[in-house]
């Protein structure tokens, strides 16, 4: 089974950025993969998506301040998140389409003052 180990999160202030990684125990190359992301009481939903192809597509609430990119020689996956707001707060994870189980762990990002 395939591993996911997201990394690079933590506390930034509104307006701030930052990048998460996400590292993958196997070939992520043939595959779409995705950020998704989980606050405090709500369902986990997605928020990036980027094809084998490199096409990209965002939920409407990043769009414009998050870029989606990938490594498939290092089967890492990235999200780069400028202008963050305090709505972005989440546990930020990765899989792909459809996804593998388990989860990984997660990366928190936390946006406050």
């Known amino acids: 089974q395939v591993q996911l180990v997201e990394s690079g999160g933590g506390l930034v202030q509104p307006g701030g950025s930052l990048k998460v990684s996400c590292v993958a125990s196997g070939n992520i190359f043939n595959y779409t993969m995705a950020w998704y992301r989980q606050a405090p009481g709500k369902q986990r939903e997605l928020v990036a998506i980027?094809?084998?192809?490199?096409?990209?597509n965002y939920v409407d609430s990043v769009k414009g301040r998050f870029t989606i990119s990938r490594d498939n020689a290092k089967d890492t996956v990235y999200l780069q998140m400028n202008s963050l707001k305090p709505a972005d707060t989440a546990v930020y994870y990765c899989?792909?389409?459809?996804?593998?189980?388990?989860w990984g762990q997660g990366t928190q990002v936390t946006v406050s003052s």
């Open positions: 899989n792909k389409i459809p996804v593998w189980k388990p």
């Open positions: 980027i094809t084998s192809g490199r096409s990209t």
